[in-house]
C-alpha cells in the first residue's frame, strides 16, 4: 500500500501562484506514475497533471504553460506548481500514485482544496 498526503491549498486571487506539495509513504519503492486530479464543485473529476518515473509529463490543455509538475524520487514527493491561477482552477485537489505505467490511479490522497477568487 502508498499512502499520499497533500498540502499546500489555500485561498488566493486570480494571478496569484500556489505550490502543492505530496508526500508518499509505503511501498514507496514500486510507484511509477504520481500526479493530481482535481474537482470542482458539480464538476466531474480530472487529472491535471502527472509524471512517471522516467519525468514523462502530462498536463490537461486548460493548465498547459501555467501549471508545473515535479518530481523527488528521493524523497518520495511530487510538486505542482500553479502560476496564473484563475477562479476556474477553483477545486479540491488530489495526490494519485500507481504502480503501473497505464490505467487507472489505485493510490489516492485525502485532498487539499484550492479557491482562486476573482
Known amino acids: 500500500q502508498v499512502q499520499l498526503v497533500e498540502s499546500g491549498g489555500g485561498l488566493v486571487q486570480a494571478g496569484a501562484s500556489l505550490r502543492l506539495s505530496c508526500a508518499a509513504s509505503g511501498r514507496t519503492v514500486g510507484i511509477d506514475r504520481m500526479g493530481w486530479f482535481r474537482q470542482a464543485p458539480g464538476k466531474e473529476r480530472e487529472l491535471v497533471a502527472a509524471i512517471a518515473r522516467s519525468k514523462r509529463t502530462y498536463y490537461v490543455d486548460s493548465v498547459k504553460g501555467r501549471f508545473t509538475i515535479s518530481r523527488d524520487n528521493t524523497k518520495d514527493m511530487v510538486h505542482l506548481q500553479m502560476n496564473s491561477l484563475k477562479p476556474e482552477d477553483t477545486a479540491v485537489y488530489y495526490c494519485?500514485?500507481?504502480?503501473?505505467?497505464?490505467?487507472?490511479?489505485?493510490?489516492w490522497g485525502q485532498g487539499t482544496h484550492v479557491t482562486v477568487s476573482s
Open positions: 494519485v500514485a500507481d504502480l503501473s505505467s497505464e490505467g487507472a490511479y489505485d493510490f
